[in-house]
Nanobody
Framework: QVQLVESGGGLVQAGGSLRLSCAASGITFSNYAMNWYRQAPGRQRELVAGIGNAGSTNYVDFVKGRFTISRDNAKNTVYLEMNSLKPEDTAVYYC?????????WGQGTQVTVSS
């Protein structure tokens, strides 16, 4: 059974930082590309950052320079370091594992940034 379990969300003031973690089980983690998505109330889920199985990374423009995605294959875990947080970063953040046609999702973790 595949499980992706996010943690690290919470309430933080604007300008603050959070580090999200996503622990994976039931998959050969090192084979999968890992992504972080987010969904704000009333909005569609959107990609935030991704990291390939070889470690290449990509970010959407609105988080470049503020967020960093990384992975630890020995721990089957992907991280999202979020700095200089803004109120508009408030959303549920979801972990996603993808390998060709297979895709798995975590349950999400709430991030709330107060102004």
């Amino acid at each position: 059974q595949v499980q992706l379990v996010e943690s690290g969300g919470g309430l933080v003031q604007a300008g603050g930082s959070l580090r999200l973690s996503c622990a994976a089980s039931g998959i050969t983690f090192s084979n999968y590309a890992m992504n972080w998505y987010r969904q704000a109330p009333g909005r569609q889920r959107e990609l935030v950052a991704g990291i390939g199985n070889a470690g290449s990374t990509n970010y959407v423009d609105f988080v470049k320079g503020r967020f960093t995605i990384s992975r630890d294959n020995a721990k089957n875990t992907v991280y999202l370091e979020m700095n200089s947080l803004k109120p508009e970063d408030t959303a549920v953040y979801y972990c996603n594992a993808r390998l060709r046609a297979r895709a798995y999702w975590g349950q999400g973790t709430q991030v709330t940034v107060s102004s």
